[in-house]
């Protein structure tokens, strides 16, 4: 336990001393200010439209800001999440500093989650530029909180997923571009598996959706904590982090 | 404290290292000498359970590298051919983190790191990044993370290599300081660190160990005989080289003398004993009371090198011209 907090712990720095962190910091404050932006628009629109209608309609924050931009996170977060990823376990490669790691003390199991909790930290650290948007709404309107806190947990598992994915790919090579793309691709792949299942309701297509990454958000965006998709982003984790260990143990049966 | 049998790594096509076994004991500061690519570092990695071996065992204070990882891990220190550390951290920050990671915590860790950083010369620069620091002292970086826990076995794979004159003196005489408290392998394929930091010498080539003695002896192996360098000079007038040569060739035990040079009524001769004779004393008498000056007396002990070429099948090698050789004969030509 300790030594995961101590891997954790010099992952963070190394995020917060490169210009990594702030550059992804910055970039999603930006984009989700933009989304938010728009998104209010969009909902002043609605509502004046509405007023306007004669019957004036009450409409949900929830329903008509928070839940699409919980989605656009998800999304987003799928361009950031290799960068994030990508030098865990490449740089170490790349460095010779692997080998500091294999002859410590230390369980190659700690270092795994060491390193994948700090993307997560990295990760959750960018969700509070979110949430400062989002505390507009509570200001100014009155939004229920729980569906927004069942959202964050639900990013939080997706990214759990796709983190533990790009932990495992990065210990496949020494080069963190390699490592960045093909995490970017998987990311990729694993959003689009979704898209035939809107034309096609054959059983392939459910499979292939069941397998995406955004099918499993839909209920979290709606506020609704369903054990089927909790289920599938953390066998998803254990998955990734499985591989992860495997990955390392086979670098040193075969180098 | 290390003990090794029948070690074997056979990589997918090639065999690394081929049945090594020995025995390093407690406070000895060992050489693992030989040529690039000869196994030295696959040997070390799998001391330091990086790897695992394929065939044969090998325990590290009575702690097997396959069955206890940890309990051997906790018991040496080890710096790789490039110093293991991030560019982007600083050195007090990198020890500590080091120490972390062996499991030192607090006080003591914080203590351990000012004093490790004091004994390999790394105070002056311990809080600048690593990555802005030169090869000399990243070097030494590498080898104070490799002492921090104060481990019984200290593996350092070529600790002096890519470090200038000064430093690579600095460098030995810290090794040579820390043996004693630590039980050290340092590989190498430069000779005379050998010879002047290690009691013992292994020698691997292509994978097999073709020897292990002590310095001293691996040298005395290689000749078996005593051989000295001599320059003497006449006292008064000239003196010819030929008198003096068969002067010593008289003297008792010797069996081959060689003049070297003759200059400025000063010769140079080299003398060889046979076997098991020591003549030096004999020598000198034998100059001094046919009232010559003996201006240099001194062994001239088979190089570490010509023992190495020897035992790694260098021969052949050595019978090629070198490049300079070479050169030189095109020059002549």
């Not at chain 1, 992952?11 to 917060?16: D, G, T, V, W």
């Not at chain 1, 984009?31 to 949900?60: D, E, K, R, T």
């Not at chain 1, 963190?176 to 694993?190: D, N």
């Not at chain 2, 005593?226 to 002067?247: K, Y």
Request: charged letters at 20%; aromatic letters at 10%.
């Amino acid at each position: 336990m300790r030594n995961i907090w101590v891997i954790c712990q010099k992952e963070i720095n190394s995020y917060f001393v490169s210009p990594v962190a702030y550059l992804l910091l910055t970039m999603f404050a930006i984009i989700f200010g933009f989304f938010f932006w728009n998104s209010v628009q969009y909902f002043n629109a609605a509502g004046l439209q509405s007023q306007m209608s004669g019957q004036p309609m009450p409409l949900s924050v929830n329903e008509y800001v928070i839940r699409p931009l919980l989605s656009n996170i998800s999304v987003v977060g799928l361009f950031f999440i290799p960068m994030m990823t990508m030098r865990l376990f490449a740089e170490e490669k790349r460095m010779g500093t692997i080998e500091l790691l294999a002859t410590s003390p230390i369980r190659d199991i700690e270092v795994i989650i060491g390193k994948w909790l700090s993307a997560l930290v990295l990760y959750g650290v960018m969700l509070l530029f979110s949430a400062i948007n989002f505390a507009f709404l509570f200001h100014y309107g009155n939004p229920d909180w729980k569906p927004l806190a069942i959202g964050y947990l639900g990013l939080l598992l997706q990214a759990g997923g796709l983190l533990a994915i790009g932990t495992f790919i990065s210990t496949l090579t020494k080069n963190q571009i390699i490592a960045g793309a093909a995490t970017f691709g998987v990311c990729l792949l694993l959003w689009v598996l979704e898209w035939p299942s809107g034309s096609d309701s054959g059983t392939w297509a459910k499979v292939l959706a069941y397998m995406s990454v955004i099918t499993h958000f839909d209920s979290f965006s709606k506020g609704v904590l369903d054990t089927k998709d909790a289920v599938y982003y953390i066998s998803v984790i254990f998955l990734g982090l499985f591989l992860t260990s495997r990955s390392l143990e086979s670098l040193r049966w075969r180098s | 404290m290390i003990t090794v049998q029948g070690l074997t790594k056979r990589y997918a096509r090639t065999l690394a290292v081929d049945h090594i076994s020995f025995e390093v004991k407690k406070g000895q500061i060992v050489g693992f000498l030989g040529p690039n690519g000869a196994g030295k570092t696959t040997t070390m990695r799998i001391l330091t359970c990086f790897l695992p071996p394929s065939e044969g065992t090998a325990t590290v204070a009575g702690f097997d590298v396959l069955e206890q990882p940890m309990e051997v891990k906790r018991r040496i220190g080890y710096l790789p051919e490039t110093p293991p550390v991030y560019h982007e951290m600083e050195v007090q920050e990198y020890l500590t983190f080091v120490g972390k990671l062996k499991g030192m915590s607090g006080q003591s860790l914080a203590n351990r790191v000012t004093e490790v950083a004091e004994r390999c010369a790394v105070a002056d620069v311990r809080s600048k990044l690593i990555g802005k620091l030169s090869k000399g002292y990243r070097q030494r970086v590498g080898l104070a993370q490799a002492i921090i826990h104060n481990p019984d076995v200290l593996i350092l794979d070529e600790p002096t290599a890519g470090l200038d004159p000064k430093q690579i003196i600095e460098t030995r005489d810290l090794i040579r300081s820390l043996a004693g408290d630590h039980t050290i392998i340092l590989s190498t394929h430069i000779l005379p660190e050998v010879e002047q930091t290690c009691e013992q010498v292994l020698i691997i080539n292509k994978g097999k160990l073709v020897a292990t003695d002590s310095v001293h002896n691996l040298q005395a192996r290689a000749r078996g005989a005593e051989s000295v360098v001599l320059e003497v000079e006449g006292r008064n007038g000239s003196l010819d080289a030929q008198t003096i040569q068969h002067r010593l060739e008289t003297v008792n035990g010797v069996s081959r003398v060689l003049l070297k040079e003759f200059r400025d009524n000063r010769s140079v001769f080299e003398v060889e004993s046979l076997k098991d004779r020591f003549i030096r004393g004999d020598l000198a008498r034998a100059i001094v009371e046919s009232g010559w000056n003996l201006n240099e007396l001194r062994p001239s002990a088979m190089s570490l090198e010509e023992v190495f070429l020897q035992l790694t099948g260098g021969e052949k090698a050595a019978e090629e011209p070198t490049v300079e050789e070479a050169l030189v004969q095109g020059e002549i030509q």
